[in-house]
């Protein structure tokens, strides 16, 4: 699966968007990207996935750059309880050896503040 | 409600003994899988089941063993070959193929 880079903390100010950024350089064109949370001491949270387009669901909004190498998950009006880890997966569009695997890095803090 | 329930959320384990953790679905899930998680890290994939009777190992096996009897069920033992088994444990699922993998709420060991 490809790398990712991720800020190692970011701030946002609550009721305003925060917008997480994802390097992926080096994805291949059979590649999703997808994202996740995890809240303190919880297990991670499916957010949104996407291929090549942007996508939107009731939590946040997928940007994917044109060219593909990166990405920015949108959560429109952040929130206190959306104070989490957001990590930024990319993982290949068929199951290989290693079955359905979701490879986590460090991800990004974010910190949602009054 | 549908969901991954894990039990218990805290294990306390003693030097060389095996324990249990336990990791339930009710999502009619075919395939199911557990991470291993240290303090400040990502997860790491210990074993993964996407069928009854088969599983297969993934990055960090080595001391853990798993059974896969159900399709609701997938329970965990960390044997006393596991040198170092304090850590945060997550269990969880995905229907066929690549569908979205959904998480439980994990289980936390800690080594006495």
């Known amino acids: 699966d490809a790398k990712t880079t991720q800020p190692p903390s970011m701030d946002c100010a609550e009721g305003r968007a925060a917008n997480l950024p994802c390097n992926h350089s080096?994805?291949?064109?059979?590649?999703?990207v997808y994202w996740y949370r995890q809240i303190h001491s919880q297990g991670p949270q499916y957010i949104i996935h996407?291929?090549?387009n942007n996508e939107t669901n009731e939590m946040a909004s997928l940007i994917i750059t044109e060219d593909r190498k990166s990405s920015t998950l949108i959560l429109p009006h952040a929130t206190l309880r959306d104070t989490a880890v957001y990590y930024c997966?990319?993982?290949?569009?068929?199951?290989?050896?290693?079955?359905?695997?979701?490879?986590f890095g460090t991800g990004t803090q974010l910190k949602v503040e009054l | 409600d549908g969901g991954i329930t894990q039990s218990p959320k805290y294990l306390f384990r003693k030097e060389g003994q095996n324990v249990t953790l336990s990791c339930e679905q009710n999502?009619?899930?075919?395939?199911m899988y557990w991470y291993r998680q240290d303090p400040g890290q990502g997860l790491r994939l210990i074993y993964y089941?996407?069928?009854?009777?088969?599983?297969q190992k993934g990055d960090i096996a080595e001391g853990y063993s798993v059974s896969r009897e159900k399709k609701e069920s997938f329970p965990l033992t960390v044997t006393s070959a596991q040198k170092n088994p304090t850590a945060f444990y997550l269990c969880?699922?995905?229907?066929?193929?690549?569908?979205?993998?959904?998480f439980g709420p994990g289980t936390r060991l800690l080594v006495l």
């Open positions: 996407g291929l090549k």
């Open positions: 089941s996407q069928i009854v009777n088969d599983f």
């Open positions: 999502l009619n899930h075919d395939a």
């Open positions: 080096t994805i291949s064109g059979n590649e999703y």
């Open positions: 969880a699922s995905s229907g066929q193929g690549l569908e979205t993998q959904y």
């Open positions: 997966i990319v993982r290949v569009a068929e199951l290989t050896g290693g079955g359905n695997k979701l490879t």
